[in-house]
């Protein structure tokens, strides 16, 4: 069970606890957090969740679907959907049930083609928009129609979506949901419960509010709906037990560099990442931004020793920077100096610090350049994390 406590406000010295509301009454209930994460979008921090789903446009409220109408909906540029639900909690049946309740919304969608949802969605708008891509537009200007709607179409195929469960005082512990969720599962999503407390301070009146990520789930894609007859349907669970469950962003970002480097070699990196991760707990993070990354972070996730962008390139953030902070700016310039080395390239500290990397010729090198010493790699982010440790400790 998570337990908060409440925000305090100093001013001039004095220490003034916020007021937490109680949601549910005329003027604040779901209708008003509905509206305000409608118009502020922003307020949701799914990137924190699921950076794909970043950037995401309000479409619409109240879409019509054959299990209910869905309080919100949201697109991006990259064609990704996030489903939003508005609950006040008042007992762990009604959580249940939004979990529920959501899941079909998605099932009932992942069923649409392209030309349905946007029917269905400027419908819900009630405006004068002829089309999905006219309200994503005004906000990307540069992303094109044609690509924008095979975006959308893949996304609505596979069932990728992100489904928002957004209340005011979620208590309900995530193993809890787990059995449900497998028993009512859709095909691929990512489910989070988001919890937007409001305080109030009491001296001015103004609103606060501290969003904050609950719980979520990985992906999910192992439920497989089957139809017996019209009215029978039965649900089998399919677990590939050999395989890391995954996040869509992490899938997307492996689907977008197997476009670069080929099937063969993202087969070879994904190896290559997960024995950093049980020889060294070397954690690999998904980078923020307009195009997907991948970090490869220190367990404490304090130093970054490489930055695997979606196209292969591998690039490099602070790590000189970092080592500075504990002393030994060395450190990381050693790093990189070995690692180039390693790779027959030079060190390029031409630019600030912070974007001190590794390169030949001016460009950075393909992550496959580096596949042919990644015995080489891992022993030498090994004695540099050893070095690391010992000047901490110091």
């Not at 939003?84 to 969608?109: F, H, M, T």
């Not at 009491?202 to 609950?214: A, N, S």
């Not at 590794?358 to 015995?375: F, P």
């Amino acid at each position: 069970m998570k337990q908060h406590s409440n925000p305090i406000i100093i001013q001039n010295g004095n220490v003034q606890s916020l007021e937490k509301l109680s949601l549910g009454s005329s003027e604040y209930n779901e209708s008003w957090i509905q509206k305000l994460c409608f118009e502020n979008p922003t307020l949701l921090p799914l990137n924190e969740i699921e950076p794909t789903f970043g950037g995401m446009i309000p479409i619409c409220r109240e879409l019509s679907t054959k299990s209910g109408y869905i309080d919100l909906i949201y697109l991006n540029d990259s064609g990704f959907i996030t489903i939003g639900e508005c609950k006040l909690w008042r007992n762990p049946e009604s959580r249940r049930k939004a979990v529920g309740q959501v899941l079909d919304y998605a099932k009932d969608i992942s069923s649409w083609d392209y030309s349905k949802l946007e029917r269905d969605c400027l419908k819900a708008r009630k405006d004068n928009k002829s089309s999905l891509y006219e309200i994503i537009h005004e906000y990307y200007p540069e992303l094109e129609e044609s690509t924008f709607i095979d975006n959308v179409q893949k996304n609505l195929k596979k069932g990728r979506f992100l489904l928002a469960i957004i209340g005011d005082g979620i208590r309900e512990n995530m193993e809890e949901l787990v059995e449900y969720i497998h028993r009512n599962g859709n095909l691929n999503f990512t489910l989070a419960l988001i919890e937007i407390p409001i305080y109030k301070n009491p001296q001015v009146g103004d609103l606060i509010i501290t969003p904050r990520i609950l719980a979520k789930t990985k992906e999910i894609e192992r439920i497989v709906y089957r139809q017996v007859d019209a009215d029978h349907e039965i649900v089998e669970l399919k677990t590939n037990e050999n395989s890391e469950s995954k996040s869509i962003s992490e899938k997307v970002f492996f689907e977008r560099l197997e476009n670069a480097i080929g099937s063969k070699n993202v087969n070879e990196v994904q190896d290559f990442i997960l024995e950093l991760k049980n020889e060294l707990n070397i954690i690999a993070k998904l980078g923020r931004g307009k195009k997907l990354s991948l970090n490869l972070k220190s367990p404490n996730d304090t130093y970054n020793f490489a930055c695997i962008q979606e196209d292969g390139e591998v690039w490099f953030y602070g790590i000189v920077n970092k080592t500075e902070e504990i002393g030994d700016k060395q450190l990381g310039i050693d790093y990189l100096k070995k690692l180039a080395i390693i790779v027959k390239a030079t060190l390029d500290d031409s630019k600030k610090e912070w974007y001190w990397a590794v390169k030949r010729d001016g460009k950075y090198l393909k992550i496959t350049e580096y596949m042919g010493s990644k015995k080489e790699w891992i022993n030498q982010i090994s004695r540099t994390l050893e070095a690391i440790g010992e000047i901490e400790e110091a």
